[in-house]
C-alpha cells in the first residue's frame, strides 16, 4: 500500500544549488500535501504545505510544487545550505469521515545531504 | 514557540510488559495523534484523538494499545502486553482546530527486549 512514492532515497548537492526532491501520491482525492524534514533522533518538523486548489507555494528558501493531473508534487530548495542536510519526507493529507481531523499519510522519505 | 513534548525520550522494557507513552500536545491545540517509525520503514499513523475520543485509527492500533487524555494537558499511548515488534520511535503529535498541519514531538524510542 504506497500510497506516497518517494522514489528517490538519497539526494547529494552543493552548497548554493537547488535542491530537488520529488514525491508521487496515487489517490486523487488526497486535498492537502506537506513536506517534513527530519533530524536523527527528533521528529518530524513541519517545513512547507499546499493545497489541491493550488500549484505553488512558497516560502523564503523553499517553494512547493504541485502537478494535479501527475499526481506530483516536488520541493525546491533554493539557494541549499548545509543544514538543509537531513531526511525530507512527503505526505498527503486526508480527512476522516466526518471531515474533521487530518490524517497523514507519508513517503519514505529521501535522504539530502548538501555539501559545503 | 509551543512544542509537543514527550516522555521518555527511551523506554527499554521486557517483552511482555505495559508501557504508558507520555505527551503534552500544544496547548491550544485539540486534534492530537499518534505516529510509529520502524526502524528503516516509513513514518505510520496509529490514531487520532478530539474531543475525549478515537476519531480514526490505522489496523496496526488493535486491541494491544489504548490512547487517554488523564487531564487537561497530556496524551497517552498505552501499549499492553509488548512485542518485539513494538520497537520503534513512537512520534505525538497535535494539530489546530481544522488545521492540517500536524506539530510532533521528539520521539519516545520503545526498544523491546
Known amino acids: 500500500d504506497q500510497q506516497v512514492k518517494q522514489n528517490s532515497p538519497s539526494l547529494s548537492v552543493q552548497e548554493g544549488r537547488i535542491s530537488i526532491l520529488n514525491c508521487d501520491y496515487t489517490n486523487s482525492m488526497f486535498d492537502y500535501f506537506l513536506w517534513y524534514k527530519k533530524y536523527p533522533a527528533e521528529g518530524p518538523t513541519f517545513l512547507i504545505s499546499?493545497?489541491?486548489?493550488?500549484d505553488k507555494n512558497e516560502d523564503g528558501r523553499f517553494t512547493v510544487f504541485l502537478n494535479k493531473s501527475a499526481k506530483h508534487l516536488s520541493l525546491h530548495i533554493v539557494p541549499s545550505q548545509p543544514g538543509d542536510s537531513a531526511v525530507y519526507f512527503c505526505?498527503?493529507?486526508?480527512?476522516?469521515?466526518?471531515?474533521?481531523?487530518?490524517?497523514?499519510?507519508f513517503g519514505k522519505g529521501t535522504l539530502l545531504t548538501v555539501n559545503p | 514557540e509551543p512544542e509537543v513534548t514527550q516522555t521518555p525520550s527511551h523506554q527499554v522494557t521486557q517483552m511482555g510488559q505495559e508501557v504508558i507513552l507520555r505527551c503534552v500536545p500544544i496547548?491550544?491545540?485539540?486534534?492530537f495523534y499518534w505516529y510509529r517509525q520502524i526502524l528503516g520503514q516509513k513514518v505510520e499513523f496509529l490514531v487520532s484523538f478530539y474531543n475525549n475520543e478515537i476519531s480514526e485509527k490505522s489496523e496496526i492500533f488493535d486491541d494491544q494499545f489504548s490512547v487517554e487524555r488523564p487531564d487537561g494537558s497530556n496524551f497517552t499511548l498505552k501499549i499492553r502486553s509488548t512485542k518485539l515488534e513494538d520497537s520503534a520511535m513512537y512520534f505525538c503529535?497535535?494539530?489546530?482546530?481544522?488545521?492540517?498541519?500536524?506539530?510532533f514531538g521528539q520521539g519516545t524510542r520503545l526498544t523491546v527486549v
Open positions: 499546499i493545497s489541491s486548489i493550488k
Open positions: 505526505a498527503v493529507s486526508s480527512p476522516n469521515s466526518g471531515g474533521s481531523n487530518y490524517k497523514l499519510t
Open positions: 503529535a497535535s494539530s489546530e482546530e481544522g488545521g492540517t498541519e500536524a506539530f
Open positions: 496547548s491550544n491545540h485539540l486534534y
